[in-house]
Nanobody, 123 residues
Framework: VQLQAFGGGLVQAGGSLRLSCAAS????????VGWFRQAPGKEREFVAA????????FYADSVKGRFTISRDNAKNTGYLQMNSLKPEDTAVYYC?????????????????WGQGTLVTVSS
């Protein structure tokens, strides 16, 4: 599967952005789509994920209540709605996917990664 992320940009603290992740190729048995992020000088970290069938969602504690992950199966697209953004949310956000279940939070279990989109939150 190929993934392409859209929607990053510059926003003031307290603002909102919506990221999109368009999947192409072998999409019919995707199990999970998610997002990781990497801030300058920091490790890449889990943000959110959603099971493609059923729609169960998972979030990092740092974004719970502010971010919402969703998907449109017909469009093979996942979304990350980010509200109440903080400067510490500034990072490159990567869309990820996998065909299997397992540890939702582990970056090592996602073999497919998009190119990343930069989100900058100014204070």
């Amino acid at each position: 599967v190929q993934l392409q992320a859209f929607g990053g940009g510059l926003v003031q603290a307290g603002g909102s952005l919506r990221l999109s992740c368009a999947a192409s190729g072998r999409t019919f048995n995707i199990a999970v789509v998610g997002w990781f992020r990497q801030a300058p000088g920091k490790e890449r970290e889990f943000v959110a994920a959603i099971r493609w069938s059923g729609g169960s969602s998972f979030y990092a504690d740092s974004v719970k209540g502010r971010f919402t992950i969703s998907r449109d199966n017909a469009k093979n697209t996942g979304y990350l709605q980010m509200n109440s953004l903080k400067p510490e949310d500034t990072a490159v956000y990567y869309c990820v996917s996998r065909y299997s279940s397992g540890n939702i939070y582990s970056r090592n279990e996602y073999p497919y990664w998009g190119q990343g989109t930069l989100v900058t939150v100014s204070s």
